[in-house]
């Protein structure tokens, strides 16, 4: 990266730093249980929402209750089960005109990530029916509300309750990006932990390392402040205290209700503070590679911390000190190096391994790296600005790493 990029990347960031103290950012209203949407919905004079919700959770018995509960109110939801993992842009549309079809008034999301995100994305499109998806790829360029928006995450992950982002994918270019923009912040989110109790110990372990890594890359980025900083080390230290006891038992409620919370945290953070190449690559490998996000942002955190080098230790330090990995009389490189060995360690404790096993292929590089540059630069306010080559052998160690 030449001086010029890097300069104007500073720049760019510090002015984003500025206009953001004068945007007002939603922060959606939270409830802890779905018995009290119909309330919600009655108050506010919505009579047929669209209920877009995952296959797995529509069969809970939690979930037909819910549904019964609603006509009960005289509700009528319009359920949808077809968003896949990762929506692609086809989908979403076929997702929007199911919505016009049924004449939905607002939107309940029940799922992961892929579900409300896919929702938010259906939610342009009903206020944009002309304009195609792809139009609002980046930053800012969605200027009307979504229709009345209630998100109810069934992962403790993704934080999309909370942030102004939908993560979409192009099926016929193999790409995976981000629209972002306020109004896409959901009006309500619903954390009800017992729609958590099916949830399988890989998707747990997964999207608790994106949490984390939602919140660690909001607190190491330059554009941070108290507000971030604060949700950001929260959501870190509830995660050390609760992933793994998640991950061990689904049916451990404390733990179940705390990552929930992590996650929105971490949410709260990283929607304000942005996140940093962590991400942007594991938007290049998981949309070329079609792998989860959670799984590919889990191994290449440690890999990109390391890329940071001395611009990270400052911040990795204090985030080492806060959670008690390393002993406080240290120095600040040598925190830093404990916490990115305490997160490869968590990784394997989570059944994540510590590479990709080959699957990233020689001739996709150069490809996967300037996908990954473009999503960063100049948006992210990452500790160190790396070059194309830099995140080109970011990708070849996290290949395949000989580690034990």
Request: proline fraction near 4%.
């Amino acid at each position: 990266m030449n001086i010029f990029s890097l300069v104007y990347n500073r720049v760019f960031q510090g002015v984003i730093k500025v206009l953001q103290k004068m945007i007002h950012f939603s922060i959606p209203k939270v409830y802890e249980s779905i018995d009290e949407i119909p309330y919600i919905l009655k108050e506010r004079g919505f009579k047929k929402p669209i209920i877009v919700v995952s296959n797995s959770v529509s069969k809970s018995e939690r979930f037909i209750q819910f549904n019964e509960n609603l006509k009960n109110h005289d509700i009528a939801g319009c359920v949808y089960t077809g968003v896949s993992s990762d929506p692609t842009i086809k989908s979403i549309d076929v997702l929007a005109g199911f919505y016009r079809a049924q004449g939905c008034d607002s939107i309940i999301a029940i799922g992961g990530g892929s579900v409300i995100d896919a929702s938010k994305a259906m939610g342009i499109l009903i206020k944009y029916p002309k304009k195609s998806l792809k139009s609002f790829k980046g930053v800012l360029k969605v200027h009307k509300n979504l229709p009345f928006f209630i998100a109810v995450p069934t992962t403790a992950g993704t934080g999309s309750e909370a942030t102004i982002a939908s993560v979409v994918t192009d099926s016929e270019r193999n790409d995976k990006y981000a629209i972002s923009d306020g109004h896409l912040v959901p009006d309500i989110a619903i954390l009800d932990d017992t729609l958590l109790t099916f949830l399988p110990s890989h998707i747990i372990a997964q999207t608790g390392m994106d949490a984390y890594t939602h919140a660690l890359e909001a607190f190491i980025g330059r554009n941070g402040n108290k507000f971030t900083n604060d949700n950001a080390l929260m959501a870190l230290k509830l995660i050390k205290k609760n992933l793994y006891d998640f991950y061990l038992d689904n049916g451990n409620a404390k733990a179940r209700k705390n990552m929930l919370y992590a996650s929105y945290y971490a949410g709260l953070a990283f929607t304000r503070a942005y996140v940093g190449y962590v991400h942007s690559l594991a938007h290049a490998v998981g949309g070329m590679y079609h792998k989860p996000h959670g799984y590919t942002i889990a191994i290449l955190l440690p890999y990109v911390l390391e890329a940071y080098g001395n611009k990270a230790y400052k911040k990795l330090s204090i985030v080492s000190d806060t959670l008690g990995i390393s002993d406080s009389s240290t120095s600040e490189e040598e925190k830093a190096k404990a916490l990115i060995l305490w997160i490869r360690n968590l990784n394997k404790d989570l059944g994540i391994p510590n590479d990709f096993n080959g699957l990233i292929k020689d001739k996709d590089l150069e490809a996967l790296s300037l996908h990954a540059a473009k999503e960063a630069n100049p948006w992210y306010p990452v500790p160190k600005e790396l070059t194309k080559k830099e995140l080109k052998m970011i990708l070849v160690k996290a290949n395949k790493n000989n580690l034990e």
